[in-house]
């Protein structure tokens, strides 16, 4: 299931000034994200930077391939196991379970032509990368994947904490509301796949479609776990990867190799990972299985009360300072210590900006000195970039997004893609360079049609971003 707490990744931007004023994201349902700003923009600025009549067309990544796992194949065999046995709840899952023979996938609701067309991008990759059996159409081996488009409103009035989720068994949104809680929609005693049933909000941005379904299907394929260690992987509550990496399509191809079938334990598969990885990654080294100790249940709470809704701020803020604590307690140096420092950051940034730009900076050192981390560091990036720009640091806020570009590319973020181009055009505007900029904000558009959604989101974003300039910097 993908939380409503992704949201808290949606590029935002940032004055870390104590001084300012805050105001509303365009994205109403991101309580976290916005915009530190001053009390007025002058009219220079909004006739700059308002949407022209026409907006340029939407635009849409190509189809491309996960870059090589760069973990050992030892640790991949322990995630494997744990991705794979247990469920985010803890429970365990006694057998391995999955579809046998061809899938089909058919949609079902309101599903506009660029989700139908990453949809077809996804299919192609989990044939070619994952070596899945997985198509389109109604099929003929009763096993099949139902993708249900439905009203946000409608979904979250039932699974309130959900942007999107699958569910065993159920063909379709009605058949999972007559069955949900029974014992047929239980994973625990699901033994094969045949009948799997993703539910995807129908009024959403493209992105958002895209990574739903994305994560969804791959869930609905193989794991339906996630592992706050890993870094480069979807299977990762912390949301920062929305598209099937490397990593993702590895344990996915090796969820259907032939040495593996429905129905064998945790310990038989165990005895087959060794050969398996040797074979499909092979640059991944041998070796046996490298058990990780568990995530604490204090951590994961105090996490999931940081980003949780509803929450009181001070709150919030108190889960995630507890979250650092035990990081640092436990020694960790990893993703889970810089998530906790980055949920810090966004949640102090309107009180305390003085701690949070300490945390961000902790937090991206350690994303810096870690290998595939390049799309964390960059979420760091853009709070920097924003920060340079509202200092009239303008060539140092222009090198800040330069270095994240390559990488926020290579995941295929539009939203924060757009979000960094426009910071940088902003940035040359600053510095005189009003054809450059303009191109540049031009462009920006296209990525922001995609990953925020509405015309009235992208225009406001552009507006939030001129305003944490100053009108003038030296």
Known sequence: MRSCRHLFLIPTVFLLAGCMAAVPSPNKNAPDSHVQRGTHVDDVATRRVSLPATLPAMKAFPATRGTRPIRSNSLIMGDFLDLSFQLESGRPLPVLSRFEGPISVTVAGRAPARMQADLDQLLTRLRHEAGINIRRGAGSSGNRITIEMIPKRNLQRHVPHAACFV??????????????????????????????????????????????????????????????????????????????????????????????????????????????????????????????????????????????????????????????????????????????????????????????????????????????????????????????????????AIATINTHLPAVRQAQNAALLATLMMIKAEALDRKGNASDAARLRLDSLGWARYGFGSNAQVGARLREIAAIAPSSAG
């Open 167 to 396: 569910a065993p068994n159920v063909a379709g949104w009605d058949d999972y509301l007559r069955h949900r809680g029974s014992a047929r929609s239980d994973w625990t005693r699901m033994q094969q796949r045949t009948q799997m049933t993703v539910v995807i909000p129908s009024d959403v941005s493209p992105q958002e479609m895209r990574d739903c379904l994305h994560e969804e299907i791959a869930q609905a394929l193989g794991p339906v776990n996630d592992l706050y260690r890993l870094e480069n992987s979807v299977f990762n509550d912390d949301n920062f990867h929305t598209v099937l990496t490397g990593f993702d399509m590895l344990i996915l191809r090796t969820y259907y190799e032939p040495d593996l079938r429905t129905g064998m334990s945790r310990a038989e598969v165990a005895q087959h990972l060794p050969s398996i990885l040797k074979r499909l990654n092979p640059a991944g080294g041998a070796g046996t299985p490298r058990l990780t100790p568990p995530t604490p249940a204090a951590w994961k709470r105090a996490i999931s009360d940081a980003l949780g809704h509803g929450k009181p701020i001070k709150a919030r803020q108190a889960a995630a300072l507890r979250a650092v604590s035990i990081a640092r307690q436990k020694g960790w140096q990893g993703n889970r210590l810089a998530f906790s420092l980055f949920a810090m950051g966004q949640l102090h940034i309107q009180s305390d900006s003085k701690l949070a730009f300490a945390a961000f900076k902790d937090a991206e050192t350690i994303y810096r000195d870690r290998a595939g981390t390049d799309l964390h560091a960059a979420h760091i990036g853009v709070q920097m970039a924003a920060y340079a720009l509202s200092a009239g640091h303008l060539d140092q």
